[in-house]
């Protein structure tokens, strides 16, 4: 794959389609449900760990006060929740090529 763009959805479910060898319908379907069985495990405050990948979880972020950096005026940042994802030590040792 070209390291200058974006992996998509659509290159997910041809590398499933052309390594596993469903139809190109199924390993589209495949993919989605993937996805779906993540996004629903995180919504539903649930950690997902992908052995030798890393883990997804949710944090809980508390108000705080900003600034804008244009105007230098005080706004306050409400709470919310971010999106965390921890690298595994094996995929970080890839990265950096030593596996």
């Known amino acids: 794959m ?3 763009r974006t992996l998509t959805r659509a290159d997910l479910a041809e590398s ?3 390594e596993v060898g469903l139809s190109r319908n199924e390993s589209s379907d ?3 449900v993937v996805l ?3 996004s629903d495990a995180l919504i539903g405050g649930k950690t997902v760990k992908i052995s030798s990948f890393g883990s997804f979880s949710i944090r809980e972020k ?23 994802f921890r690298a595994s030590h094996v995929l970080k040792d890839r990265i950096n090529n030593r596996a």
Do not use: A, C, H, M
């Open 30 to 32: 495949l993919v989605e």
């Open 16 to 18: 499933v389609y052309k």
């Open 36 to 38: 779906k069985e993540i």
């Open 62 to 84: 508390g108000q705080r006060i900003g600034r804008n950096p244009k105007t230098g005026v005080e706004v306050p940042i409400l709470p919310r929740k971010v999106l965390v």
């Open 2 to 4: 070209d390291n200058s």
